[in-house]
C-alpha cells in the first residue's frame, strides 16, 4: 500500500509528537473555561519554524506605523521546543479536529479519557499578530491519534492494517477508533502528576 504524503501550505507544519503535561480535550472546563494540551516540536522541525517567525515578523513590521514602539512577545514555545495549546468556545483560536488515522473522528469518550503519553501527529499553523504586542501564535488545527493513552492506564496503538487515506495527514499505521487494540502501559493521572506549562 502506497502511503500518500501530507499536502500543507506556508507556515503549517505536519509532525509526530507525544501529547504532555496537563491534558484536557474534552470540554471546557477549570478556571479559564478552556481546554489545553502540551506537546514538543522535533528539531528539524522547530529549525523551520524559527526560520518561518523571522520572515512572519518582518511582514508584521511592515503593516506597523512604527514597529521600533510595538513589544515584541518570546516565542510560543521553550528552548526544547516544548509548547501549550489552550484553546475554547469562546475565543478565536481553532478547536483542533481529533482523528483515528482512518480520519475517522474520535469519539467522545476517548477525548475525554485521553492523557498524556498518547502519540500523535499534529497540525499545526504559524500566524503573525500585531496587537496588543506583536509576535506569532502555533495554532493546532489537527490531531491525528497513532497511540491512544487512557485514563484507566490502557492505550492502544491500532492494528497496524490501515486502509484509508486522511487527506492531510496521509495514511499511516496506528490507532483506529473502530478497531482497538488495548495494550497496558504506565500512565499517572493523578492530580501530583498534573504540570502546568505557561509560556
Request: net charge negative; hydrophobic share 30%; charged share 30%.
Amino acid at each position: 500500500m502506497k502511503l500518500r504524503e501530507p499536502m500543507t501550505k506556508p507556515n503549517q507544519y505536519v509532525f509526530e509528537t507525544e501529547l504532555e503535561g496537563y491534558i484536557n480535550v474534552y470540554k471546557d472546563s477549570g478556571k479559564y473555561e478552556n481546554r489545553t494540551f502540551s506537546y514538543r516540536i522535533p528539531d528539524e522541525v522547530l529549525k523551520q519554524v524559527e526560520k518561518d517567525r523571522k520572515e512572519l515578523l518582518k511582514w508584521v513590521d511592515s503593516k506597523l506605523e512604527n514597529p521600533k514602539r510595538v513589544a515584541l512577545n518570546p516565542e510560543p514555545w521553550d528552548e526544547e521546543g516544548l509548547c501549550k495549546y489552550s484553546y475554547s468556545d469562546q475565543d478565536k483560536k481553532p478547536v483542533p479536529v481529533f482523528v483515528d488515522t482512518e480520519g475517522s473522528p474520535i469519539s467522545d469518550s476517548d477525548r475525554q479519557s485521553l492523557r498524556k503519553g498518547t502519540k500523535a501527529v499534529l497540525i499545526v499553523n504559524q500566524t503573525p499578530y500585531t496587537k496588543p504586542a506583536k509576535g506569532t501564535s502555533l495554532k493546532v488545527v489537527g490531531v491525528q491519534v497513532t497511540k491512544l493513552v487512557t485514563m484507566n492506564g490502557a492505550s492502544d496503538s491500532g492494528d497496524m492494517s490501515v486502509e484509508d487515506v486522511n487527506a492531510i495527514f496521509g495514511t499511516r499505521e496506528g490507532y483506529k477508533s473502530s478497531s482497538p487494540a488495548v495494550q497496558v502501559e504506565l500512565a499517572d493521572a493523578t492530580p501530583s502528576s498534573v504540570e502546568n506549562y505557561d509560556f
